[in-house]
């Protein structure tokens, strides 16, 4: 059974750091894309930021720059490091993994979920 476990969430002033991390277990890890999501109260979950093997990453515009997705095979491991945070970025992220041949920004294309991690940014 595959599980994704995420954690580092928080409460940070605008401007401020934080990172993500996700930890799977059920599956080899570094066969599959990995990727994390957002979604802020009454709006559609969103693509945030995904990592095929080690070479491929793609991230959404709003975060290009601010963000940096990264990821530790041998410890299952996923990361998100987060600067220059905005109110903006106040959401439920969400750690999730799929294959390497689908859309990597479409939700349809990612197979486990984790239960996601709050982040809140304060102004």
């Known amino acids: 059974q595959v599980q994704l476990v995420e954690s580092g969430g928080g409460l940070v002033q605008a401007g401020g750091s934080l990172r993500l991390s996700c930890v799977g277990s059920?599956?080899?890890?570094?066969?599959?894309?990995m990727a994390w999501f957002r979604q802020a109260p009454g709006k559609e979950r969103e693509f945030v930021a995904a990592?095929?093997?080690?070479?491929?990453?793609y991230y959404a515009d709003s975060v290009k720059g601010r963000f940096t997705i990264s990821r530790d095979n041998a410890k299952n491991t996923v990361y998100l490091q987060m600067n220059t945070l905005k109110p903006e970025d106040t959401a439920v992220y969400y750690c999730?993994?799929?294959?390497?041949?689908?859309?990597?920004?479409?939700?349809?294309?990612?197979?486990?979920w984790g239960q996601g991690t709050q982040v809140t940014v304060s102004s």
């Open positions: 999730t993994t799929g294959r390497f041949d689908r859309p990597a920004l479409a939700r349809a294309s990612y197979d486990y």
């Open positions: 059920g599956r080899t890890f570094s066969g599959y894309r």
């Open positions: 990592i095929n093997w080690s070479t491929s990453i």
